[in-house]
């Protein structure tokens, strides 16, 4: 299966420039795989660049989600981040993938100075 880059999501996502949308949709048509890196920064890029709100963010990770050409990294950790998101939207998506990404790996907790992220099982707030 090929990869996609940060680049293909996001056009996928904001379908801001009909080109490369369909070149994005051509390219991902015969099956594509999306690392947790690029879906993250993808949603940072969504979140920074083009201002979408936590809400938007979580509509983005779930149209990828359930996207039928496309294959997430983990996707079930990926829905587990998602979940977290979306009860604390302040918290971002990469903190809840970076901690489903550690649980799934067995190296809980996870240690941060973050407040937020801290309050979560799993997370340990130093």
Known sequence: ???????????????????????AEAFVAKGAWVPHLVLAEAMWVLASVYDL????????VEMFLNHRDI??????????????????????FSDCLVLEVARKAGHVPLGTFDRELGKLDGAQRL
């Open 53 to 60: 709100d936590p809400a938007a963010i979580a509509t983005a």
């Open 71 to 92: 294959t997430l990294q983990d996707a079930d950790a990926v829905a587990l981040a998602l979940e977290h998101f979306r009860k604390r939207p302040k918290l971002g």
């Open 1 to 23: 299966m090929r990869a996609v880059d940060t680049n293909v999501l996001v056009r996928l996502a904001t379908r801001d420039d009909a080109k490369q949308v369909a070149a």
